[in-house]
């Protein structure tokens, strides 16, 4: 099956607040916190428009690039002025265009990463920074899981690990250190660093996260240009 029509189908529901778990509403938050306001914002592979729809309420311009037809369709809707474009290849953008680029959620599902951030470099102004967020392969939930002999919450292919529908799509996993090493090789340096929440057992810790931030579920990171 290709990207295209793999994303069209796996991504159809369109997010709503009160079907976000706490995770992912921690997540957005920290996300919004470190992008600020009046900016113009690249949401790279922005879905249905749900989280571009935040940051310009923070009083930003924001254009969306999405892979998923649907999608496209669905942040148009919102509101948002969205283009049909593949993140390992060539953004359809201007140089130096954004002030931010908004990457949530997405590494993990490219393969040319060095491609990718090349891109994202490319469209950022020189003062420009990226906000990226990913999971995290070394989160204590995953720990635990892999330690008694489970699937630590990653995709074994177009089914989920659980066999109950689609997989996410994700083909790569990332540590604070390896998204840190990549980033360096394409010319970024991490200016910012946190994490969602600690989960355990489906509860969610905020609090233990800022302690032991190596263990979240998600990599939340602002890195600027070198």
Request: proline share 2%; net charge positive; charged share 30%.
């Amino acid at each position: 099956m290709d990207k295209i029509k793999f994303n069209t189908e796996a991504y159809k529901l369109k997010f709503e607040d009160s079907k976000v778990g706490r995770e992912t509403y921690l997540r957005i938050k920290k996300s919004l916190s470190l992008i600020g306001k009046g900016k113009k914002v690249l949401d790279v592979g922005c879905y249905d428009g749900y989280i571009s729809n935040k940051i310009k309420d923070l009083g930003n311009v924001v254009i969306g690039m999405e892979i998923s037809k649907e999608g496209v369709k669905l942040a148009k809707e919102r509101g948002i002025d969205c283009f049909f474009g593949d993140v390992e290849g060539k953004f359809p953008f201007k140089d130096q265009e954004f002030d931010v680029v908004f990457a949530g959620e997405i590494i993990e599902h490219v393969f040319d990463t060095d491609l990718f951030l090349s891109e994202i470099k490319r469209v950022l102004k020189k003062d420009g920074f990226l906000v990226l967020t990913t999971p995290n392969i070394a989160a204590f939930n995953r720990r635990l899981k892999l330690f008694i002999g489970k699937n630590p919450d990653i995709d074994i292919g177009l089914v989920n690990y659980e066999g109950k529908g689609r997989s996410a799509g994700h083909i790569r996993y990332f540590t604070k250190k390896s998204l840190e090493k990549l980033l360096k090789r394409n010319g970024f340096y991490i200016q910012s660093f946190m994490v969602d929440c600690i989960l355990v057992n489906g509860f969610r810790f905020d609090l233990l996260s800022k302690l032991f931030p190596s263990l979240g579920w998600s990599l939340i990171v602002k890195a600027k240009l070198n």
